[in-house]
């Protein structure tokens, strides 16, 4: 698959009052086409620093970046606007024009990039469809819920078909159902329309529920990167562990057999998950960490069990994967906690 976006000894340094701050320091990544590609760090880590590079918010001060192969260093100021046409970008705060109803919201790239006032709304009117707000195209911002601000948002930044969608902390501000609402369409969009999409998160949740492949970023260098499945199931670096399973990778304590990490995304409070699991099964099974709150009658967080053996761990996930149940197994020792 041929890379969309490249980063190649991408560095930035920030010249300030107090001296030289390095945001970002050696970057190498290769975006595929058609991927859902995720960057994950803790914050001042340099996430948004790197994504604002990729468009040329921000001129790297070392290396480049290359979109489609072509490198951004040695264009002109109406070529790098060019390359940024393709680029549509959602934010965790929305920027609506709140002077503006959500249809002309949508229309605004358009008219910006010349479409006619006819055409303009005619796509606008398709998008709203899309992203299930049709029926709402005459109200403001300020007459809508967080979620379907970022709605019209994804809206509006696909309005010009690009091919490359940049989502900064898009769900930060949405509560889980929400959030999930809103991964499933950017999701939808990156499946049916092809768009290549780059999420920039510290919430590993997101990074679960739909990226194929991700980068953890940590002290403005790429600590860690692989297949999703892979960094899940058995993140070689402190920060990754520390990311995915918070304080229970401190543990040094060599804990047998099967352990799998449960997380929960949303589903209700007051399913018992854990105990129709073991009633199901027939099996035994020792809580080794676990994390979770109750949001509005939503169970979030995330839970490591350990199971005696192979087989009764392959009865213990066919049973995940019957309830819908998102699992990985992890090849690193845990500790026992309470829930939190």
């Known amino acids: 698959m041929d890379s969309i976006v490249s980063l190649k000894s991408m560095g930035k340094v920030f010249h300030t009052k107090n001296g030289d701050v390095k945001a970002l320091d050696d970057i190498n990544l290769d975006i595929k086409k058609g991927e859902i590609f995720g960057i994950i760090g803790l914050s001042g880590a340099g996430k948004s620093t790197l994504v604002r590079c990729i468009n040329y918010l921000e001129i790297p001060t070392e290396g480049d970046v290359f979109f489609e192969g072509k490198g951004l260093k040695t264009m002109t100021e109406a070529q790098i606007r060019d390359v940024r046409r393709n680029m549509g970008m959602i934010f965790q705060q929305f920027n609506l024009l709140s002077q503006r109803n959500i249809l002309k919201n949508v229309c605004f ?60 902390e898009a769900t930060s501000a949405l509560d889980p159902k929400t959030t999930k609402q809103i ?67 401190q543990s040094k304590e060599i804990v047998s057999g099967v352990k799998l990490r449960i997380e929960f995304d949303g589903r209700s409070s007051f399913e018992p998950v854990l105990s129709n699991m073991i009633l199901s099964c027939g099996i035994p099974v020792n809580i080794l960490y676990a994390k979770t709150k109750d949001i509005g009658g939503a169970a979030v967080g995330h839970m490591i069990i350990q199971i005696s053996g192979e087989e009764e761990a392959l009865k213990v996930k066919r049973y995940m994967d019957s309830i819908g149940m998102i699992y990985h197994e992890v090849e690193f020792a845990e500790e026992k906690e309470e829930i939190e």
């Not at 670096?237 to 990311?243: A, E, N, P, Q, R």
């Open 109 to 168: 790239p358009l008219e910006i990039s010349g479409v006619g006032k006819a055409e303009a709304i005619k796509r606008a009117r398709e998008l709203l469809k899309l992203v299930g707000l049709s029926d709402r195209e005459k109200a403001y911002p300020a007459q809508l819920s967080g979620g379907q601000k970022q709605r019209v948002a994804i809206a509006r930044a696909i309005a010009t078909n690009p091919k490359l969608l940049l989502c900064d």
């Open 183 to 249: 991964l499933e369409l950017v999701k939808d969009i990156n499946k049916n329309m092809g768009i290549t999409v780059i999420v920039i998160t510290h919430e590993m949740k997101v990074i679960e529920s739909i990226c194929d492949r991700v980068a953890i970023i940590e002290n403005s260098k790429i600590a860690e990167m692989g297949k999703v499945e892979d960094i899940f199931s058995n993140p070689k670096s402190d920060i990754g562990k520390k990311l995915i399973l918070g304080d229970a990778f």
